[in-house]
């Protein structure tokens, strides 16, 4: 496979929008077309991310419209990509093994999603389609419910005072809270406390609100190129080093929900083709979508030994500030910048690309040389890990 | 391939009040839903059994926030069943109240629900509950 860039990244903010999802989209694809110093004529293949559209846009073949709309070439194909939560990351990943085969030179990629129009429960009901109907779904299982049950096992597998975890993972979300705040683009730019999170409404026990993250509205888009066209067009690309992404059935079948089996192929594959260690990734931005969820990533990620990563925020050990290995989620990640469910993987993407050009302002972290990507879709039926490095 | 123990199927003998699933032949692993291979070796030789209705919580959780067409509070969980197969639904007849972490590990008999939802596609089925 010949060498794969990245050029140009580009997202809107993310919070509640008016604007619909192929607006929003096409807003962050035409800055990422300026910032790659590339024209719409240049692109040869939209992969457009999204995954709840068909029900809150009312919009099928969403990928075609904004084609249109950005202004490609007629012969140019449009595809929409969907795998729940990790939508933008396998439109992405596809882009990237078919500029590397030499199919295409360049592709436009990234998400969207508007979802903020729906009630809660008409959002937490079309979430939830993405457990198996007929096995699942039917018992009312939710999305903070699957981590919820995986929050439970946790504690009891390890032997941990579920009070004890509870605590630990509400610093989880204070620490990426602290991290938006300083993120213009993060839907919740607010700083809140352990007791904040302690005391708010339960959602699916042991998960209380501010252990979610919240339904948001936004796109991010993301140019990717082979290597030799990449050097022509900017000072900077980022270089795609390693990409894995693996795949498992319905929840129940996945036993121990301590271990997402699928982050653990996926990020094999991808430290192997990178040619490095877990300890040498400087920057992950994670799928933090409940706290639980970041304390069993950065086991799962090898950042951490099995059932020692729950107090690494308690201890500060994953902070801008003062990390002790990787920095987790310099953006606030999926908890404060926000999870548009179908442009989340790009967003992901936009951040570590700008940690690794030392673009972040007061979130940059010093000297970022590699920077790992995480995303999880459904109750773990997906895993993918994209290793970049400047 | 046929594909063995279509939901349809899974769903008829419910009616009748039998569980099934599939066994490996060559793992010994019993499983859900309908499959044409088994998931952990890969191999096609798998056979339907009937399936003990008994087993213990590994998971559970209590929802609050429910999708649209449930009332919350209520409990999911998931159940090891005692010929080893994996299968979600709901604990009944437990004060919510007395959900706790002592819960995993628990036996549980396993019954069946039948699922009143006007929207949903499918007429007439049902789904797993438990009881401790």
Redesign the interface.
Known sequence: MRGVSIIGVAMTDFRKHHDTGIELFVQAGVKALKKSRIDPKDIDALFLGNCLGSFSDKQVHMAPFAHSSIGLRTSVPALRFESACATATVAIINAILLVGSGVYDIVLSGGTEKISDLSTTSATSIFAMATHAQYEALTGITYPGVFAMAANMYADKYKINLKELKGHMAEVAVKNHAHGYENPKAHYRKKITKEDVLNSVMVAEPLQVLDCCPFSDGAAAVVISSTDKAKDLIKNPIHVVGVGQATSGPLYIQHDLTRIITREKASKIAYNQAGILPSSVDICELHDCFTIAEILAIEGLGFYNFGEGYTAATNGDTYLSHAKNSVVNPSGGLKSRGHPIGATGAAQMVEVVEQLRNESGSRQVDGAKIGLIDTIGGDFGTACNIVLKN | MKKLLK?SEYQENIKKGRLLGLLCQECNIC???S?SSC?MCGNQNLKVKNLKKRGII?????????????KAP?I???V?TVDNA?????IIDLNLDK???KL??RNVKIGFNR?IQPN?P?KN?F??VFTV
């Open positions: 939901f499983m859900l839903p499959q998931y590994t998971t559970f959780t209590v929802i609050h926030i429910a999708p649209a067409g449930f209520y999911v969980a998931i090891r994996y299968v979600m639904g709901n959900t706790n972490i995993i590990g699922i949903n499918y089925i789904s797993l």
